[in-house]
Each structure stands twice: as structure tokens, then as C-alpha cells.
């Protein structure tokens, strides 16, 4: 698994332990590994590039998911050819390398932020794309090379992903339902931008994993060259924070909404999840507030409160680092 580290990985690797899966992770680094220090004793953890990943490392391997990447849209602004360099010359080398070594059952983390603006009706995986940023446009060229890569040999899967929430121990406070709780017990207020009008699909972490665990042991006929909808399901970004607050007002959580309306939210999408429930049997299934709920036992026990450090915040983070990596050049060593 390339990215085992992050959001997604470090609630996928366990799961693919528990299912009796032998595990080489395959990540950067760029957040450590502490994420997976329960399991860290049970799996192979090999730091890395994908953009120069060597062959050697898929010796041995019957299957990859590949979810490393940038994986929003600011930190692909941040640096577009980088992010291009990664998120689609990084996939199809991999790709390649997966197909020459005999590895069929390839899984891939794209995003539904490839349709960027459709509001007419559910966007399903045979609608027009409009991908409004560089992050989309490198997540859906990778799909269309991964399809025309698809043979008899070779079963890649193209999961797009609405944003996810839901707590992980590599814990992100930048998507819309973990920011909405951790500024709940941040400054008692749910901040909501752009007026909240825009549309936005959602799916839970564990749902995600499962998602690809069931792509990777479907029937290669059902999934080879498939897209997939990843959602549980649309929000309008102001409904959705009301459902917030009344769910942890249940939990004896107070808080206000306050909005926002300086400027407009040119992302607006809603998408059908239909196919993937038709075709393998998969109904995304953790609510919204349930997740609340979980997120909020988590600080309630003093965990993950720590809410300006910039780790859990992608863009921050990759910005720190480049600043001391140029630092590092100019002073060498630390010590």
C-alpha cells in the first residue's frame, strides 16, 4: 500500500490485518509513522518515493493500493508540477511497474472532485468531468491512463472519493466534518464559508477502506477498468452544519453557526454512488453523526487537542516542511 501512513492508510492497514493480509507499506514519510504504531510490529514499512520507486520493492506483492499522493486541492496549487509529478507520473509508474512484475489487482484513490461543478442532477461515473483544479485534473488524467493500462493481465480500479471524514490516528482537521468538530471545541462556533451554499458528496474513512478492500477481492470481470462513486451521501455545506450542531448538542455540546458570505464557492457537486452498490454489493453505512459522536469522545479524552499544530492540517504541513528543508541547506545539520 503506497500512502499506508496517512488519513486513509492507518485505518486501512489494520483492516487488512485483521482480514489475515500480509502488509508492505509503501509512504513518504511526510507525517511520520507514529499513526501505526499498534501495528508497526506486523507490518513491512519501506520509506519511499513513488516517483522513484524501484521495482524491487513490489518483489513478492499479489496486490497494491495505491492511495499516496497530494491529496487536496491547496496542496497541489501549492506546487502544481510537483503535484503532477506525483499524483499522475507517480501512479502510472507505478502502474507500469505493477503490470511488468505480473501484479493484476491494482486499486486507485481518485476523487470526485473531477466533476466540479454539477448541480443539475447526480453526477454518475458516465457523467461529463470538469476538473476545476490541478488536483482533479491530475487525478483524472491518472484514471483514463489506468483504464486504457486494463487487460486481461492487469485489473486496475478507480475509486473517486467524496471527502471523507471520520477520526483516524493520522488525524486530519482540515476536511469539512472534522474542522466543523474540532472548532466546536475549539471556540464553541461552526465556521461556515462561501454562505454554505455550495453542494458537497461525503464518505466516511472506514467506509472508504472497505471500499477498496472490496474492489480488490471483487470478481476481475465486475471491476477491471471500472470507476467508481464513492459516497455516503450530498450535503449542502449550511444544512450540514446544523446537523453538526444538533448532534453534539445531543452529547451535551453547545455550539453556534456562524456564516460567512464574502465570497462564493465555485466547487458545488452532488454524485450518485449508485454503481458500486449495484455491481459489488457496497453501501457506504457510517453516518455523519455517528462520526461527530466518535470525533468527540476522542477530545473529550484530551486527544488530538493540540488544534494549531500543523500536522493535521495538509497545506500547513507541506509548507513547514519546505521552509526547513530550504533552511537545511542554508545550515546543513542541526546538531
Not at 507505478?94 to 493484476?104: H, P, T, V, W, Y
Not at 488524467?141 to 483504464?147: N, R, S, V
Amino acid at each position: 500500500m503506497t500512502g499506508g501512513c496517512g488519513y486513509i492508510g492507518s485505518i486501512l492497514v489494520p483492516m487488512l490485518l485483521d482480514r489475515g493480509y500480509e502488509v508492505r507499506v509503501f509512504d513518504k514519510l511526510y507525517f511520520g509513522d507514529e499513526s501505526l504504531a499498534n501495528v508497526r510490529d506486523r507490518i513491512e514499512l519501506i520509506p519511499g518515493d513513488v516517483r522513484r520507486l524501484k521495482p524491487s520493492v513490489l518483489d513478492g506483492i499479489g496486490g497494491v493500493i495505491h492511495l499516496g499522493s497530494l491529496s487536496n486541492d491547496p496542496t497541489a496549487d501549492f506546487s502544481p508540477s510537483v503535484n503532477r509529478s506525483i499524483n499522475y507520473e507517480g501512479t502510472i509508474k507505478l502502474a507500469r511497474a505493477c503490470k511488468e512484475q505480473g501484479i493484476a489487482r491494482f486499486t486507485f484513490a481518485s476523487t470526485c472532485a473531477v466533476y466540479g461543478l454539477h448541480l443539475n442532477s447526480l453526477a454518475d461515473e458516465f457523467s461529463p468531468t470538469h476538473a476545476q483544479s490541478a488536483y482533479a485534473k491530475s487525478k483524472l488524467d491518472a484514471e483514463l491512463e489506468l483504464q486504457m493500462m486494463a487487460d486481461d493481465k492487469f485489473c486496475p480500479v478507480c475509486l473517486r472519493q467524496a471527502t471523507v471524514y471520520g477520526f483516524s490516528p493520522r488525524m486530519r482537521w482540515d476536511t469539512v466534518v472534522n474542522a466543523f468538530v474540532m472548532n466546536a471545541f475549539r471556540t464553541g462556533k461552526l465556521d461556515v464559508w462561501f454562505g454554505g451554499e455550495a453542494w458537497r458528496p461525503l464518505v466516511h474513512i472506514k467506509d472508504t477502506a472497505k471500499a477498496h478492500i472490496c474492489c480488490l477481492e471483487a470478481e476481475p470481470d465486475k471491476v477491471r477498468g471500472q470507476i467508481f462513486n464513492l459516497v455516503y451521501d450530498n450535503y449542502r455545506i449550511l444544512e450540514l452544519s446544523h446537523q453538526v450542531r444538533k448532534t453534539l448538542a445531543e452529547i451535551g455540546i453547545n455550539v453556534e453557526v456562524e456564516v460567512n458570505y464574502d465570497e462564493v464557492d465555485s466547487r458545488s457537486y452532488k454524485i450518485s454512488g449508485e454503481k458500486i452498490t449495484k455491481l459489488l454489493g457496497f453501501t457506504p453505512s457510517v453516518s455523519v453523526q455517528d462520526s461527530v459522536k466518535e470525533i468527540a469522545e476522542v477530545l473529550k479524552e484530551g486527544k488530538y487537542r493540540d488544534f494549531d499544530h500543523p500536522i493535521y492540517y495538509n497545506m500547513r504541513w507541506m509548507k513547514l516542511l519546505t521552509e526547513i528543508e530550504a533552511r537545511l541547506k542554508k545550515t546543513g545539520k542541526v546538531l
